[in-house]
């Protein structure tokens, strides 16, 4: 049998937001008001066509005083409880009065697990006891969830009331609970039914091999991306009579926003890697002509300071290790014109405020060509990569019960991931300065593919910043 987890509760407490993340499901239907769901819903959780558990959507309980009244009345021993609560549902499923009670009380007689759920900002009361109460009578294994939505903090109150009820307690935020904490929940719940426990092994398997596979597909289709951005150019022959200049800034243009389009691929594919679709999404467009990108913005965005993109970018050409980032402030760099061997690299910093490399070239046949692109700044491939780790790490974070659109214009947020290792920065470098000079070895699929291990290794590295600042955070 399939695991199968009926998510249960008061209205209005997280349930919908908790399917939604467990089944990572963004359809799942969420709302402010209560009694959205009327009736139950099975969300499968599926990899690759095989259905790994299901999630049910559950109305929430309306009256459970008096549904557990009903039931202790006829009540003589424990052993009888599961069967008054399927004479509780067969005496009551057609009529108005426990319409939300007997929906939600099926799926637990057809064998489903419990996941009841509560919001830990607000108080304990006793009207969730008889719905604590009627759960046990169905003899299910369940598991109580601490749901946070507010930010007041009664989890100490709750915890002692939940502990009487069910073997295991946790806290889990619907919002931002991260992927290993749901792995943790099936593993608990794998401990608590025994009947489960090998289904739910593999399903975390079978979950943690999918969450790699869309890493990997990340890494490929931003590494595809940077490559086509950093090698791609807009030509155009221009009649003699006509001066290049007049054409120049449509070109530029023209380029920009082929550049842009193409980011906003990378993005729209990353996004449909993790199982989200038509997500609003929140960025400041790529600037593809100088302006922002020698802001400070933009160096926040990649957690590089002006000293170490300098850097990085003068020992990208072998001159200088990477030691010298952590040996030199910042300052004395930007003073110290006279320190010889930067001076490669700041001429390279200053020299390309004109991003758009636009040239005017002859023609063999007579007439001109203007050619835009492609990109020869140093410091424009980290600006990319920057920002496409940014966004994966958000993908990556998010759950499935979030409906707002997804932000990633928040500078000082990207800043939390921190500067890439000096190594890795170097490989990156290499590569960078290979797609600057073109040419044979750039071509090839096996340089592509080691790129795209590089740009993994980066995505692992960013989000385990990610984990750091959240582990500190609580
Ligand atoms: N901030 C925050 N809001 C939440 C969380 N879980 C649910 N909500 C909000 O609480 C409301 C009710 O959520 P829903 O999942 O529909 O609750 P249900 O009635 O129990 O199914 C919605 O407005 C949700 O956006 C959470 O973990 N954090
Ligand atoms: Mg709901």
Redesign the pocket.
């Given at each position: 049998m399939i695991p199968t987890f009926a998510v249960v509760?008061?209205?209005?407490?997280?349930?919908?937001?908790?399917v939604?993340t467990l089944a990572q499901d963004d359809s799942v239907?969420?709302?402010?008001v209560?009694g959205?769901?009327v009736a139950c819903r099975e969300f499968p959780m599926r990899v690759d066509g095989e259905v790994l558990y299901k999630l049910i959507?559950t109305p929430?309980f309306q009256r459970a005083r008096s549904v557990l009244a009903w039931m202790r009345e006829r009540e003589s021993t424990a052993a009888e409880r599961p069967q008054i609560v399927r004479e509780f549902v067969d005496a009551h499923r057609n009529g108005d009065q426990y319409a939300d009670e007997c929906e939600l009380l099926s799926p637990l007689l057809d064998g489903a697990g419990i996941l009841y759920?509560i919001d830990g900002s607000r108080p304990f009361g006793s009207e969730y006891q008889a719905e604590m109460e009627i759960l046990r009578w169905t003899g299910q294994p369940s598991m109580a969830l601490i749901?946070?939505?507010?930010a007041a903090d009664y989890t100490e109150q709750w915890s002692r009331a939940l502990g009487q009820y069910f073997r295991i307690v946790r806290r889990f935020?619907?919002?931002?609970a991260r992927f290993e904490k749901q792995l943790e929940l099936l593993r608990a719940f794998g401990e608590l039914n025994e009947d489960w426990r090998e289904a739910l092994l593999r399903a975390i398997a079978s979950l943690e091999r999918e969450r790699h596979h869309r890493r990997q597909l990340s890494a490929r289709e931003i590494t595809d991306m940077i490559i086509d951005v950093l090698t791609s150019s807009i030509t155009k022959k221009i009649a003699v009579d006509t001066a290049p200049e007049d054409h120049r800034s449509r070109i530029e243009a023209r380029y920009r926003d082929s550049l842009q389009k193409r980011e906003r691929r990378c993005r729209d594919v990353v996004e449909r890697c993790y199982d989200y679709h038509g997500l609003v999404r929140q960025e400041a467009e790529l600037d593809v002509m100088g302006g922002g990108l020698f802001s400070q913005q933009t160096w926040l965005m990649f957690g590089l300071s002006k000293t170490q993109l300098l850097v990085t970018g003068a020992a990208g050409g072998g001159a200088i290790g990477s030691g010298l980032d952590m040996a030199l402030g910042g300052a004395s760099l930007m003073l110290g014109a006279g320190i010889g061997a930067l001076v490669g690299g700041a001429a390279a910093w200053y020299s390309q405020q004109h991003l758009s490399d636009a040239r005017i070239l002859g023609l063999p046949l007579g007439g001109t060509e203007l050619r835009v692109g492609p990109m020869s700044n140093r410091n424009f491939p980290y600006v990319l990569l920057g920002r496409a780790l940014f966004h994966h790490r958000v993908v990556a974070a998010r759950t499935h019960?979030h409906?707002e659109q997804l932000d990633v214009s928040d500078a000082a947020v990207a800043s939390a991931a921190g500067a890439l290792p000096a190594p890795m920065r170097k490989q990156f470098e290499q590569r960078f300065a290979a797609l600057r000079r073109g040419g044979q070895d750039i071509a090839g699929r096996r340089w592509r593919s080691e790129f795209a291990t590089l740009v993994e290794a980066a995505i692992v590295h960013s989000s385990a910043q990610t984990s750091l600042a959240d582990a500190s955070a609580s």
């Open positions: 509760g008061h209205p209005n407490k997280g349930k919908s937001s908790i939604a239907r969420i709302s402010a209560p959205t769901t959507d929430g759920v749901n946070m939505i507010g935020n619907a919002f931002t019960a409906r």
